[in-house]
């Protein structure tokens, strides 16, 4: 099975930057998605990695290190509207792909 | 594109009650999943279509949830009958295939509550 963990809550200031990690735990690892939910609304993409590094995109970064088992997003110049809860995935291959989430961590953005 | 298509939005019946939901994915794509979220937690996948085959099923409780994707378009998710631990919102989401980088599109869902 896979173990995905993620802290529960983060709060940060309007215009700070604030980093979430995820580490995980499973076997025919294929990839690390990483989604923003708000409250009442369904997921909503925002970063992929399948390989180590840094994949930026816009004010929102997400790190990979495979053999660490461990992800982060980095969320730059933070808006009232990133207070969201964001979803951690881990891909993961046994014939056919699927994508399991973790619990989420909720962030709130304070002015 | 028109995204992933939801109904109904909302949903209240009572335990040991029937209800279904229906699922219209985006258009052309195979992979089709159905997730349940329960209040503060992630997604928890319930079933996996590919096609109108299913490819994962191992978390779906099916001495009372069944679903069906027909000619490999639209699906329905099915709970029969309903236990309090079922309210949840129940999310859709389709992918172009089940593989790589391939993103999972969510609809909005429907919420469940059961009483």
């Known amino acids: 099975g896979q173990n995905i963990d993620q802290p529960t809550e983060m709060t940060a200031t309007e215009g700070a930057i604030v980093q979430i990690n995820c580490t995980y735990q499973?076997?025919?690892?294929?990839?690390l998605f990483w989604y923003q939910q708000h409250a009442g609304e369904a997921p909503t993409f925002l970063s992929y990695?399948?390989?180590?590094g840094l994949e930026e995109k816009g004010r929102f970064s997400s790190f990979l290190s495979r053999s660490k088992g461990y992800s982060y997003l980095l969320l730059k110049e933070l808006q009232m509207k990133d207070s969201a809860s964001y979803l951690c995935?881990?891909?993961?291959?046994?014939?056919?792909?699927?994508?399991?989430f973790g619990k989420g961590t909720m962030l709130l953005v304070s002015p | 594109e028109a995204g992933v298509a939801q109904s109904p939005r909302y949903k209240i019946i009572e335990k040991r009650q029937s209800v279904a939901f229906w699922c219209n994915p985006i258009?052309?794509?195979?992979?089709l999943y159905w997730y349940q979220q329960i209040l503060g937690q992630g997604p928890k996948l319930l079933i996996q279509?590919?096609?109108?085959?299913?490819?994962?099923d191992s978390q779906l409780p099916k001495d009372r949830f069944s679903a069906e994707r027909l000619k490999g378009v639209d699906s329905t998710l099915k709970i029969q009958p309903a236990k309090l631990e079922d309210s949840a919102v129940y999310l859709c989401?389709?992918?172009?295939?089940?593989?790589?980088?391939?993103?999972?599109?969510f609809g909005n869902g429907t919420r469940l509550t059961v009483t």
């Open positions: 989401a389709s992918s172009r295939n089940g593989e790589l980088n391939s993103p999972l599109h």
């Open positions: 499973t076997s025919g690892f294929n990839g």
């Open positions: 990695n399948v390989l180590d």
């Open positions: 995935a881990v891909r993961v291959r046994s014939g056919y792909s699927t994508l399991t």
């Open positions: 258009s052309g794509h195979a992979t």
């Open positions: 279509f590919q096609n109108n085959g299913v490819v994962d």
